[in-house]
Structures are given as C-alpha cells and as structure tokens.
C-alpha cells in the first residue's frame, strides 16, 4: 500500500515539476515532449527510492525540488485550494437556493402584499 501511495504521489509530483519547469520557459513545448519529461523525472524519482529505501516523500520531495521551483509549487497549490474553496461555495449556494426557494415560496403564498 506504501509502494501504492508513494508511487501515485510521485507520478503527481513529477507531473507538477514538469508543468512548472515548462511553463516557465519563454519556448513553446509540445505534449508529447512534456510527457516525455515527466515519465523521465518520474523514473528518476523511482530510482532514487530503490537507491534510498529509507526515503520517504518528503525526502524525495526535498532532493528534487529546489527553492524556486518548491516556491511556486506552494504557490500553484494555493491556487487549486482556493479555486476548490470557491467551486464548493457556489455549489453550497447553488444548493441553499435550491432548497430554500421551495420553502420559501409556500410559506410566502398565503402572505397579503400591500
């Protein structure tokens, strides 16, 4: 199960290193180029766990990340969170409305206007 969940982890890693690294770049790259790189980094991430048997993902993480490339990797990630945060409170709101408006038409039926 270790194996399992690291291997996912690092798959997702690379793929994120290689997003990262390649958008960076002013040269425009193309998928099949990009999938190449990041099944490159991703063996080499393999590798060096077969070589460590002892490392974990953060390990791994700190061996291959460096300052500026872990600094916008934090930053990227904060946005997928806050993008996430925003999707759930439009669907929550979505929600209510939909919920609400049921209840509040029948109770607002039988009320006089003037």
């Not at 390649?22 to 077969?50: C, G, I, P, W």
């Not at 953060?58 to 997928?80: G, M, P």
Request: net charge neutral.
């Amino acid at each position: 199960m270790r194996s399992f969940l690291l291997s996912y982890r690092l798959k997702q890693l690379s793929r994120d290193i290689t997003k990262q690294t390649f958008s960076d770049t002013t040269e425009r790259v193309d998928a099949e180029a990009l999938k190449q790189a990041q099944f490159m980094l991703y063996s080499d991430m393999l590798q060096y766990a077969e070589d460590e048997p002892d490392a974990d993902y953060r390990a791994i993480y700190e061996h291959f990340v460096d300052e500026t490339l872990k600094h916008s990797l934090s930053r990227h990630r904060q946005k997928r969170i806050l993008c996430g945060i925003a999707i759930a409170c439009v669907v929550t709101l979505l929600v209510v409305s939909m919920i609400l408006q049921p209840i509040l038409a029948e109770n607002l039926k039988n009320v006089n206007i003037y």
